[in-house]
């Protein structure tokens, strides 16, 4: 047997005691797991391995040392010493499941994640990072095998093999991640994953009646919009959809893209293309608005309302979404099996999302906390009194580009403002800006305006326009978040990249901030993270602990965000809730 996969089998208390004094007062310990299935909450977790420098790895057998053995588990894993992972948030939920806190982590995964933009391994399973960093090649034959039923010596071979190789990983990855001082935010991601883990783990309770309505309810606006198009194509013949629907047969398909711009064309709306930028020009004319309306309603069914329910995990009656904790290369998280991330603003879809009987939601989210990293990094003078001073900046900017006193300016300019703000500072053209406050604000304004908003913008900060001025004269390759996430840039990296990727890196390594200091602040609560989007956290507590939750989650994400942002403050906003549309 080869020396990486010696292994000492445990299967009782008594058998573990002789290797307690070595497991207490080690530094470091490879841990990984084996479970019958995927879900935490149905499946079991059959194997913990533990690897120690210059020891065989210990394997516990859970079906025969747990839960006696919970408390000597815990012992081991809450000292100080450093518990090194690959994928934590998996292992953590199973052992969370199990009743078992570990403490201090080291993520090989999360490392290699981290390292791609410095030359490292560009997928980051265990078996390609062994490959990459230690010339190694692991057999992952035996990880689809039956768990559930008595394990062969080729089973605990390959466990054990998979831990010894989590000491070596880190042995390698340490000094890479120093060289390229890409530490500081490695441990930024090791402390979130404990949230991320929890947050998984936890889920987020679904109004599947209050669900149900809206699906009948958006099937009639579809049913109406559809109407309203029919009466420029004339009707069509149908076809049953998987999900019982009927909708028009490919000669009237208002899903095609051919067969809609040829009905655009016949009714004068010469667009090259169907997709919503070339549309906007044409926003109220009514065939443009009936189609619209048809493919919101459309989109909000097929991704959305019919699949959402059969998400419902069946052991815990809640969604479990799962995130990817770097599932950008910005540094942000993405999020499946539901993306919450991407659930309609409005309140008929949040309002679905509920505490559980006799809790309350606690949410909070930061101010604009874009626009602060963007007046940190272009060190814009203007921008950072305003922050400085608490001024209300969409405000400032109606009043700087319009002309108007800053005690005149009108809800619809600061609406204006709005869109102004978010789109010219990460280098949108006007015509780019005119599109976007449409859509993304219902601000209506002509490519003068915007043109006259966008030179008014840059007079009003000078500083912007420099930081615009140097990214553009410098084209960097390279760029770092203010906490020292690293970003690489092909040759043809869009301009506006250049500028939004340190800015949206930055915030999302703020949001995890938070999320690593409430991990710790939380333990011991009955308080449960359950849900992040962007930079939102969704807290669930009882209703006698959520104005002390509301209080802990806006000074922990302040407190976050001010030890990365040291110039500009960081403002958080909590708001204690009875779903999840009243923020």
Request: glycine letters at 6%.
């Amino acid at each position: 047997m080869d020396t990486l996969e010696k292994y000492h089998l445990i299967r009782s208390v008594e058998a573990l005691q002789p290797y307690m004094p070595e497991l207490l007062t080690a530094k470091v310990m490879g841990v990984d797991t084996e479970t019958t299935g995927l879900d935490p909450h149905k499946d079991r977790l059959r194997l913990i391995q533990i690897s120690l420098m210059e020891h065989p790895v210990l394997i516990i057998d859970c079906f025969t040392f747990l839960p006696e053995g919970i408390s000597l588990l815990n012992d081991i894993f809450t000292r100080r010493s450093i518990k090194i992972f690959h994928n934590a948030k998996f292992d953590l939920q199973f052992l969370m499941a199990a009743g078992i806190k570990v403490l201090h982590l080291f993520d090989t995964m999360l490392a290699a994640q981290i390292l791609r933009s410095s030359g490292g391994s560009q997928k980051a399973s265990l078996a390609a990072v062994c490959e990459h960093y230690l010339g190694v090649v692991l057999d992952k034959t035996e990880q689809k095998s039956d768990w559930s039923k008595e394990l062969d010596e080729t089973q605990l071979a390959y466990a054990a093999k998979d831990a010894a190789m989590l000491l070596q990983l880190r042995k390698v990855m340490i000094p890479l991640l120093q060289l390229n001082r890409l530490d500081s935010i490695a441990k930024i991601e090791f402390a979130c994953v404990q949230a991320i883990a929890q947050m998984e783990y936890n889920g987020i309770l679904f109004d599947a009646n209050h669900w149900n309505k809206l699906t009948e309810e958006t099937k009639r606006q579809q049913q109406k919009a559809l109407e309203k198009l029919y009466s420029y194509s004339g009707k069509s013949s149908y076809q049953i959809t998987l999900w019982g629907d009927e909708i028009p047969l490919q000669d009237h398909n208002f899903q095609s893209n051919p067969f809609v711009l040829k009905l655009l064309h016949k009714y004068g709306i010469d667009v090259p293309s169907t997709d919503k930028n070339h549309l906007a020009a044409f926003a109220k004319h009514p065939l443009v608005q009936a189609l619209t309306e048809y493919r919101k309603a459309c989109k909000a069914l097929s991704s959305f309302l019919y699949p959402m329910p059969s998400q419902i995990n069946q052991e815990t009656g809640r969604l479990h979404p799962k995130y990817g904790q770097i599932g950008a290369w910005s540094g942000r998280m993405s999020c499946g099996a539901p993306n919450i991330q991407q659930i309609p603003r409005g309140t008929a879809f949040r309002r679905c999302f509920v505490p559980a009987p006799g809790k309350k939601f606690i949410i909070a989210d930061y101010s604009q906390i874009e626009l602060r990293v963007a007046a940190q990094i272009s060190g814009d003078k203007r921008m950072t009194e305003a922050y400085l001073s608490g001024s209300d900046l969409h405000r400032l900017t109606a009043a700087l580009i319009s002309d108007t006193a800053l005690e005149k300016v009108t809800k619809a300019q600061r609406q204006a403002a709005k869109a102004v703000n978010f789109g010219l500072v990460f280098g949108m053209g006007a015509a780019g800006l005119a599109q976007y406050a449409q859509q993304s604000y219902g601000v209506e304004m002509s490519l003068s305006q915007a043109e006259n908003f966008r030179n008014r913008f840059f007079e009003a900060y000078p500083g912007i326009a420099n930081w615009h001025r140097a990214v553009q004269r410098a084209k960097p390759t390279e760029e770092r978040s203010l906490s020292g996430r690293k970003f690489v840039f092909g040759e043809n990296a869009g301009v506006s990249g250049l500028y939004n990727t340190p800015v949206q890196g930055t915030a999302a390594d703020i949001t995890k901030a938070a999320l690593g200091l409430l991990a710790k602040e939380l333990d011991g609560t009955e308080i449960k993270m359950i849900a992040v989007v962007h930079d939102e956290i969704l807290l669930e507590a009882n209703v006698d602990d959520a104005e002390f939750a509301a209080s802990l989650l806006q000074r922990t994400m302040e407190l976050a965000g001010n030890q990365i942002l040291r110039g500009i403050p960081c403002v958080a906003e909590a708001t204690i809730a009875d779903d999840w549309s009243e923020k």
